[in-house]
């Protein structure tokens, strides 16, 4: 009987160890997104934008006191604005025809809203409370929706006014993209929790158009993340 309590004792201990080397926590993001055209001449799909927002979940595992295999979840927009629209938008598409001279198509904005799933390796520079780190893996995006803003200027004699129409586009993204990312981050360790903020870039390889001609553009992004970890 000793031996049997003793046996169950060191089982205990040892998956004790293993789950001790586990963390969950959330973090939010900020971000800045450059879509770039395939068509090398051309380059620039959109204007830069400033304001793209996520949040979501952080579950990783130490595989030892330094290095650690980290996977997130992430609901992110991707915004673009004064896009090509001939990318995504065939020529004769009657939500962009010009019905007299006095209505034009002034530019045309588009979101899109993805879960993102990192899957990352991460390696703290440090052993102190206080730890810097990198860390490098891959985004896997599936795209849940998006949606372009139509503006269209109306011309008269009493001026001009713009007019919004917004025009769901989710089927012509592609619904999954996968992009390598890299980062580097500060953690700031108070006993079992950790507070943490980090930058990271996402490289965008993949063509996200789905609509069947020869242009197409891809996604780049800078992120800036702060998020709360508790290890168990």
Same mark, same amino acid.
């Given at each position: 009987?000793?031996? !049997?309590?003793?046996?169950?004792?060191?089982?205990?201990?040892?998956?004790? @160890?293993?789950?001790?080397?586990?963390?969950?926590?959330v973090?939010?993001?900020?971000?800045?997104?450059?879509?770039?055209?395939?068509?090398? #001449?051309?380059?620039?799909?959109?204007?830069?934008?400033? /304001?793209?927002?996520?949040?979501?979940?952080?579950?990783? !595992?130490?595989?030892?006191?330094?290095?650690?295999?980290? +996977?997130?979840g992430? $609901?992110?927009?991707?915004?673009?604005?004064k896009?090509?629209?001939?990318?995504? $938008? #065939?020529?004769?598409?009657? /939500? /962009?025809a010009s019905?007299?001279?006095?209505?034009?198509? =002034?530019? @045309?904005?588009? =979101?899109?809203?993805?879960?993102?799933i990192?899957?990352?390796?991460?390696?703290?520079? #440090?052993? *102190?409370?206080?730890?810097?780190?990198? $860390?490098?893996g891959?985004?896997?995006?599936? *795209?849940?929706?998006?949606?372009?803003?139509?503006?269209?200027?109306?011309?008269?004699?009493?001026?001009?006014?713009?007019?919004?129409? *917004?025009?769901?586009?989710?089927?012509? @993204?592609?619904?999954?993209? @996968? +992009?390598?990312?890299?980062?580097?981050g500060?953690? /700031?360790?108070?006993?079992?929790?950790?507070?943490?903020?980090?930058?990271?870039?996402?490289?965008?390889?993949?063509?996200?158009?789905?609509?069947?001609?020869?242009?197409?553009?891809?996604?780049?992004?800078?992120w800036? #993340?702060?998020?709360?970890?508790?290890?168990?």
């Amino acid at each position: 009987m000793v031996v !049997f309590l003793s046996n169950l004792n060191a089982q205990d201990e040892g998956s004790n @160890i293993v789950f001790n080397r586990f963390y969950v926590g959330v973090k939010a993001g900020y971000g800045t997104v450059d879509f770039e055209s395939t068509d090398l #001449s051309i380059k620039d799909f959109a204007e830069r934008t400033y /304001l793209n927002l996520s949040y979501g979940i952080v579950a990783g !595992f130490k595989i030892t006191g330094k290095l650690s295999v980290q +996977a997130e979840g992430s $609901y992110a927009q991707y915004s673009a604005n004064k896009i090509l629209y001939d990318h995504i $938008y #065939s020529e004769n598409n009657p /939500l /962009l025809a010009s019905y007299s001279s006095s209505s034009t198509i =002034d530019h @045309i904005d588009m =979101d899109l809203f993805y879960v993102d799933i990192p899957v990352i390796l991460r390696y703290s520079l #440090s052993d *102190n409370d206080f730890a810097p780190y990198v $860390y490098a893996g891959a985004n896997w995006a599936i *795209n849940m929706t998006g949606y372009t803003t139509i503006v269209r200027a109306i011309t008269d004699f009493q001026g001009t006014i713009y007019r919004e129409f *917004n025009d769901d586009i989710t089927a012509q @993204i592609q619904y999954n993209e @996968i +992009a390598p990312i890299v980062g580097a981050g500060l953690s /700031l360790n108070i006993g079992r929790f950790s507070v943490f903020g980090d930058a990271r870039i996402k490289y965008g390889l993949m063509n996200l158009s789905n609509v069947q001609n020869s242009l197409g553009f891809t996604n780049n992004a800078l992120w800036l #993340s702060a998020g709360l970890t508790f290890s168990f």
